[in-house]
């Protein structure tokens, strides 16, 4: 019985990230969901702000603190472990949740495009952004990133082995596609409202703040496998590096 609540558990919380991705989707490029990133300001605009820097905060604090090892070996103390990815999954849906439901418009624009070329061009962009991030996940395994493998293998009694490090086709070129595909998704927009900037700009240094602890952490778990890989390969921004991974 426990194995298939663990199983419903980690089906369940794939599910609801899935659902928070598509309309996170909708959300940053102002299409099709009902509330998006942009709209009529509903309160003073120094609260506003704050509200949203606080959001985003909570957003990157569950993600990052949850995902170091240290606080893995205590949570799983606590959960199952085959469960430990899967309720990081949940937590991390549900924080992005609350930061669409109480997002707070700004008003004003940075910069809104109106020529269609240009304009296609930057939505075109946007789409490819969201599309590399969710491509990048299936290079490394996205079932294994989402928490499903590791209830799959609990369920049929097997044992879990961590992923072995590989070098698949985004990763010859940046160590980091699916943080590269995120920048790509919130700067390439034809309108630039003043709510979407401090979106995009603070979730800017959060992504370069978490390649800093993530590295720490393949380098600790992979040693010279992942320092060899760091000496050849461009962090973020592609052909920066000569890269004979190729």
């Known amino acids: ?3 298939i609540l663990v199983l419903l558990y980690g089906v369940i919380s794939y599910l609801l990230f899935f659902g928070t991705f598509l309309y996170a989707f909708g959300f940053v490029g102002n299409l099709f969901v009902p509330k998006s990133i942009d709209g009529v300001p509903q309160v003073p605009l120094a609260q506003a702000i704050l509200i949203n820097a606080s959001l985003l905060l ?3 604090l569950q993600h990052s603190i949850m995902a170091r090892p240290a606080f893995k070996n205590w949570w799983t103390k606590i959960i199952p472990e085959p469960a430990e990815r899967s309720t990081y999954v949940l937590l991390s849906s549900l924080c992005l949740i609350l930061l669409v439901w109480q997002w707070q418009p700004l008003g004003g624009f940075i910069w809104r495009v109106e020529e269609p070329v240009a304009k296609t061009i930057l939505t075109v962009l946007f789409i490819t952004g969201w599309l590399i991030v969710l491509w990048s996940t299936f ?15 609990y369920f049929l009694g097997k044992k879990y082995e961590p992923l072995r490090f590989r070098i698949p086709f985004f990763y010859k070129y940046v160590r980091h596609p699916l943080y590269l595909g ?8 034809p309108v630039m409202s003043a709510a979407h900037l401090l979106f995009a700009a603070l979730t ?4 370069l703040a978490a390649i800093k602890f ?4 393949l380098l600790t778990h992979f040693g010279d496998k992942y320092s060899n890989y760091k000496r050849l390969v ?3 921004i592609p052909f920066t590096k000569k890269n004979p991974t190729k």
């Open 1 to 3: 019985m426990k194995k």
């Open 58 to 60: 909570l957003f990157a």
């Open 139 to 153: 290079m490394i395994n996205h079932f294994d990133l989402f928490g499903l493998r590791q209830v799959w293998l």
């Open 182 to 189: 995120w920048l790509i998704a919130f700067w390439a927009t």
């Open 204 to 207: 800017t240094g959060y992504i």
């Open 214 to 217: 993530e590295e720490k952490d």
């Open 234 to 236: 461009p962090k973020i």
